[in-house]
Every structure is written in C-alpha cells, then in structure tokens.
C-alpha cells in the first residue's frame, strides 16, 4: 500500500516563527503536493513538484515555500508564520500523469498559529 | 480543467444505495471525472475514474452520462463509515494537480 506519512499530526507555534512541514511518501512517486483546507473554502493547493528539486506554484502559494531535495521528501516551509496560516496541512504524491492518476493523501498536520 | 457542480449534502439509510450526483457540463474531451472522500479529519481518499464509459470497482460505480456533462457516483450498500464528504473533479490528463470544490457532505443514518 502507499504510504505517504507528514511529520505531525498537530503543531502549535507562534507568530513570527519559521515552521517546517515534512512528507514523506514510500511508493518512489514523481509528483508532490501540498495543500491547505480551511472550513468553507475546500483543499487549496500551495506548490507541487513534479521532480527532485523541480517546483511550481499552486493557486495560494503566497508566505509558503518549499524544498524537495529528494524524491521522497517535500517539505513546505512556513518564513514567519502568521495567524492567518492556522489551517489543515496536507501532503499528497502520485506518479505522473500520463493518463489518468491517483492521488495518494497523508493524514494531515493541523498547524495553529498563536 | 472543467467545473463541476456538486449539492452541498444529502444522506442515505444504512444499507441502501447512495447517489452522489455532479454536473460537468464545460467538460472537455480529454479530461477524466474523478471522486475522492473525506472522512473527517482524514486526508482525501481516491474512490474511483472515469473518462467515457461506467466504471466499477470495490468501493463504488461510476456512471457518466453519453454526452459526459454529468456523471453519478453510487454507493450500493452505504454503511455508516461512508459518511464523509464526497468530490467530484474534472481534469485532463496533462494536469498535475487536482482542483477540489466544495463537495457534497454524505451523511449515511442508521
């Protein structure tokens, strides 16, 4: 089974503080992605990568950035958090899309920004 | 990729069939109709694609209409574990991401 894990389920940090968001999926999947769900507003996608050290930007991709140094791993990077960045984080992975693709989600990471 | 149109929640009784259905109507002719599941505070769950014809796997069918401008995800024995929120999304295959709305709630009663 694929297995795409997140560093944590639940992260509590302060306003102004750089925060590191971890995925790793198992499966030796091209693409990554993060997204962002708040209530009412749906899964939001922040940046994707389609290779090792290849990024793009998603639709709400402002105050984020990320590194993929290796395929497995895709990390998004909070500089200074925010208040307005307390949100439901998550990492997703699929092959590439030659056809039609599954997208594989971890379980989260709800990250509250005091 | 095309917009889709989805009701904001339905339910079902446990056991009987769940309809979800999904209007698609600008869809184009290469771009496949995908559904995926939330179940709360779980991350999105693939259930089941379809480019043209009905498609069937263990978790649920799918029926796209001939002119492709609508399709029906079912459920054919909702349990209670089916209660999530259900996504319809439509994308062409040189996409890399998946653009998810809003959803139907489904809530599966006893």
């Known amino acids: 089974d694929v297995k795409v894990t997140q560093s944590s389920r639940y992260l509590v940090k302060r306003t102004g503080e750089k925060v590191f968001l971890e995925c790793v999926q198992d499966?030796?999947?091209?693409?990554m992605f993060w997204y962002r769900q708040d209530p009412g507003l749906g899964l939001r996608l922040i940046y994707f990568s389609y290779d090792v050290k290849m990024k793009e930007k998603g639709d709400i991709p402002e105050g984020y950035s990320v590194s993929r140094e290796k395929k497995e791993r895709f990390s998004l990077i909070l500089e200074s958090a925010s208040t307005n960045q307390t949100s439901m984080y998550l990492c997703?992975?699929?092959?590439?899309?030659?056809?039609?693709?599954?997208?594989?989600f971890g379980p989260g990471t709800r990250l509250t920004v005091t | 990729d095309a917009k889709t149109t989805q009701p904001p929640s339905t339910d079902c009784a446990e056991g009987r069939a769940a309809n979800l259905p999904c209007n698609h109507s600008t869809i184009s002719g290469n771009e496949y109709v995908y559904w995926y599941r939330q179940i709360h505070s779980q991350g999105p769950q693939y259930i089941i694609h379809?480019?043209?014809n009905n498609e069937t796997n263990e978790m649920a069918s799918l029926i796209i209409t001939e002119d492709r401008k609508s399709s029906t995800l079912i459920l054919p024995h909702a349990t209670l574990r089916d209660t999530a929120v259900y996504y319809c999304?439509?994308?062409?295959?040189?996409?890399?991401?998946?653009?998810f709305g809003k959803g139907t709630s489904l809530l599966v009663t006893p």
């Open positions: 997703a992975s699929s092959l590439p899309a030659t056809g039609a693709d599954e997208q594989y």
């Open positions: 499966m030796d999947h091209e693409n």
């Open positions: 999304i439509v994308r062409s295959n040189s996409g890399y991401a998946l653009n």
């Open positions: 379809g480019l043209k």
